[in-house]
């Protein structure tokens, strides 16, 4: 299988990309039409999905002639997925604590980069806030918004390295 998508891979890429952005524009529709506020980790991981949907767009203009441009987009993909599963597997260790082992909530993520340095912000994000715990979307009542976001990043991450290496 892995075979024949790699023979397809322009087509793969430009799928997954959209995929990527499909993700993004469902978060925004939960956000806008369901009004479900999104965490600072879900903001983070909006990025990350917008951020992989570009490097599968730019692995996509790769011709494959060009062999290290294309190392360098499967690279892309790699890290970027990474990224995005850490921030997403953060977000669903953060949902499983107990209720007395949640941090506290913290201060909304506009205010902390008009106070803070960028670095300071990430690290505030990443250790995690009481609003982060909340789950309030499942599907099919078993899978946080998160557990989602993490299944599905690892998979596009992992297929994208298998089907763009050269």
Same mark, same amino acid.
């Given at each position: 299988m892995i075979a024949t998508l790699r023979a397809h891979r322009h087509a793969f890429n430009i799928a997954a990309a959209l995929i990527c952005f499909?993700?993004?524009g469902y978060a925004l529709y939960a956000q806008f039409q369901l009004g479900l506020e999104p965490c600072p980790l879900c903001i983070f991981?909006?990025?990350a999905i917008v951020c992989l949907g570009i490097a599968f767009a730019l692995a996509a203009l790769v011709p494959d002639r060009f062999k290290v441009l294309g190392w360098i987009a499967t690279v892309l993909i790699g890290l970027v997925a990474a990224t995005?599963?850490?921030i997403a597997g953060r977000h669903v260790y953060i949902q !499983?604590? *107990?209720a007395d082992k949640v941090p506290a909530c913290g201060s909304p993520l506009d205010y902390m980069f008009d106070v803070f340095p960028v670095m300071e912000?990430?690290?505030k994000v990443l250790t995690g806030s009481g609003e982060c715990a909340k789950i309030d979307w499942t599907f099919l009542g078993v899978l !946080?918004? *998160?557990a989602c976001v993490l299944i599905l990043i690892l998979a596009l991450g992992i297929a994208?390295?298998?089907v763009n290496r050269r």
């Open positions: 499909a993700m993004f991981q909006r990025v995005g599963a850490a !499983s604590l *107990p912000v990430v690290r !946080s918004m *998160p994208g390295i298998l």
